[in-house]
């Protein structure tokens, strides 16, 4: 089942399903993305800030999007971002098993145009021990039901 706008309610929620992450995934997307050495060298990751290899946090933000469009969010139409506020107040281990919880803060119908309105989700990646690695309140455009 897809939702539009009208189906939106304030206080809603929507669990996706869960993913887990290894250091082969990390280092792989670090390579193409982010070729930083903690996230693409388990000794260089040692001497770092981070004290191990971490996932980069772009990489943690694709996981998050996967599990979203995978049924975590089922907005019609698809999960269309107009823009938001991003945070990472932890790092993604090896092993971390990431589930993304999103809640509806607001839904308002387009004053301009009629087929679509605006969502704002407050979208929280959190990992096996409930921590949250990733936090994103994002304002989304949802199609409104056609009559």
Not at 50 to 69: C, D, K, N, P
Not at 70 to 99: M, Q
Not at 116 to 134: F, H, K, L, W, Y
């Amino acid at each position: 089942m897809r939702l539009y706008l009208e189906d939106l309610q304030v206080g809603q929620r929507f669990v996706s399903a869960s993913h887990t992450v290894d250091a082969a995934q990390i280092v792989a997307y670090a390579a193409q993305f982010d070729p930083q050495p903690f996230h693409l060298d388990t000794e260089a990751a040692k001497a770092s800030l981070f004290g191990g290899l971490v996932a980069s946090g772009w990489h943690t933000a694709g996981i998050t999007m996967r599990l979203l469009v995978d049924g975590g969010l089922p907005i019609a139409g698809g999960i269309i971002g107009g823009g938001g506020e991003l945070s990472w107040p932890r790092p993604v281990r090896p092993g971390d098993v990431l589930t993304v919880e999103t809640e509806v803060l607001e839904a308002v119908p387009s004053r301009s145009k009629p087929d679509r309105g605006s969502a704002t989700m407050r979208i929280t990646t959190r990992n096996q021990d409930g921590e949250p690695v990733m936090l994103f309140t994002v304002k989304m455009v949802v199609p409104r039901r056609p009559v």
